[in-house]
């Protein structure tokens, strides 16, 4: 767990979180929060305990932008978790996935054209990778961070690709937080 307290609305809106993924029938589950409100915190709690009882998952955090979000959020994992696994894209493709992992793969590497993470030519794709994990009983969990900034039809096909359980879309509704 966090070595930070969280404050009350944050606590909440973790146990409703794990409420959702784990008894819930819906399969997008949205987290909307003011910029500053601690999204980010949010999930990293939500990740530690989801995965303190479901060994067999993977989280899969897909960021917008040119990286940075992407290094951001994975550098604030390893210092806030760290007995946490992190992995990014270049991970997976190299040693494909483990149980308990959490990767942070960029939108922008996966959806471009030509990217080199899809060619069904490379050694080991992206595609393999999943098709692996499944085939060793590993279940994924999708984390699209500011999803309504990459909401295409092949952002869309991508986590179709990982037939998750459920999608946490999480975006920032601009207003202050109060």
Known sequence: MLGIKLKEFQEKCVEELLEQTVFGEKKEILLQAPTGSG????LLEYIDRFLLENKDYVFIWLTPGSGELEEQSKKKMDNLLKNRETKTLNDILTNGFEKQDTAFINWEIVTKKGNTALREL???????????AKNDGIKFIIIIDEEHRNKTEKAENITQ??????????FCNNKKKR
């Open 161 to 170: 690709l990982f037939r998750t359980r459920a999608y946490c879309k999480s």
């Open 122 to 132: 490379e050694k080991s794709n992206l595609y393999d990778q999943i098709e692996n």
């Open 39 to 42: 999204k980010t915190i949010i």
